[in-house]
């Protein structure tokens, strides 16, 4: 069983920056692809950003590339979301997830029980 952890969120204006946290519970962390989605109030859940089994490829949607960053750490088994340049439209409940498969689908393996990011001035 896998369980994800995400911390980290909270009200910001637009403009700040947010980092978020997600601790995963996982024997083999490594083998998972791990990723962050969102989702807005009336609105679909959205993939947001993924990064491979490595760190060394990472996947974003084309609204917040130049704006967040995701990073793992594979020993301390957590994968981070760093937001800058936040927007309203950012706001959203953001959720970890963890897939098996070498890119994020759509309905991933495991998922956290999400983290409230809200931008607002």
């Known amino acids: 069983q896998v369980q994800l952890v995400e911390s980290g969120g909270g009200l910001v204006q637009p403009g700040d920056s947010l980092r978020l946290s997600c601790a995963a519970s996982?024997?083999?962390?490594?083998?998972?692809?791990m990723g962050w989605f969102r989702q807005a109030p009336g609105k679909e859940r959205e993939f947001v950003a993924e990064i491979n089994w490595s760190g060394g490829r990472s996947y974003y949607r084309d609204s917040v590339k130049g704006r967040f960053t995701i990073s793992r750490d594979n020993a301390k088994m957590t994968v981070s979301l760093q937001m800058n340049s936040l927007k309203p439209e950012d706001t959203a409940v953001y959720y970890c997830a963890a897939d098996l498969s070498p890119r994020m689908t759509l309905t991933p393996d495991y998922w956290g029980q999400g983290t409230q990011v809200t931008v607002s001035s």
């Open positions: 996982v024997r083999t962390f490594s083998g998972y692809t």
